[in-house]
């Protein structure tokens, strides 16, 4: 059932240009009526989406009691998996200040490159050069079935087995992860001012929860470039 809901998303996607992202198309013989070219389609696609919903490029989730993604690893393991979070998180900042420059040049579309880049929720075909395979909100904050590296990165400050509901990078992490869907909503109603007001505000608890994860908290130092 996940499978064939993933296949009719897929379907209705816009055709937004993005060559990051999978559509699917049709064959001119599912065109011109060829029943059983269609059933093999429909059935290989399935498939497909069955792997991508399942893949192993999914982040590890978050289990509430700290990140998965570190059980049983040893101190070199854990400091990798730690800076490959990091690296992830740089290039989402990055989208984001993409983002307050398209703000700045007053283009509030929700299809012009900028704002895909960042909102977009679709897997990518493959990871980008950063190991990403999803686009910068989605990748750092996470989606309802994806933790994002945002939280795997602020739960590895916390000990093994040990509530990490406390700790001042999910404290960060929790406030900032709310500031960025109003930056959308804001910007479908076309009131430049507002927008701006939402992306900065969001920049601030962004920059917050940098400062605690070890990563330079001012959104102009040039690694952000």
């Not at 750092?140 to 590296?149: A, E, F, I, Y």
């Not at 109003?182 to 917050?208: F, H, M, N, Q, Y």
């Amino acid at each position: 059932m996940k499978a064939v809901l993933i296949l009719s998303l897929l379907i209705s996607a816009i055709d937004s240009g993005l060559s990051a992202y999978s559509i699917p198309t049709f064959s001119s013989s599912l065109q011109h009526g060829n029943r059983n070219a269609f059933l093999s389609y429909c059935a290989s696609t399935v498939a497909s989406a069955s792997l991508l919903s399942s893949g192993p490029k999914k982040a590890i989730a978050f289990d509430g009691s700290g990140s998965t993604a570190y059980s049983g690893r040893n101190p070199t393991s854990k400091a990798e998996l730690k800076k490959s979070y990091q690296n992830r998180i740089v290039e989402d900042v990055k989208d984001f200040k993409r983002l307050g420059v398209a703000i700045d040049n007053g283009d509030l579309s929700p299809e012009s490159g900028a704002w895909v880049s960042f909102f977009i929720e679709f897997q990518r075909r493959e990871a980008d050069d950063a190991g990403r395979t999803y686009a910068g909100l989605a990748d750092l904050v996470g989606t309802k079935d994806v933790s994002g590296c945002g939280l795997l990165l602020a739960t590895s400050y916390g000990k093994p087995g040990k509530p990490a509901d406390n700790l001042p990078s999910v404290k960060k992490f929790n406030a900032m992860a709310k500031l960025f869907d109003p930056i959308k909503t804001v910007g479908k109603k076309g009131d430049a001012a507002k927008v701006k007001s939402a992306w900065t505000k969001a920049g601030v608890a962004l920059s917050e929860y940098l400062e605690v994860v070890e990563l330079p908290s001012s959104l102009s130092d040039p690694i952000y470039d």
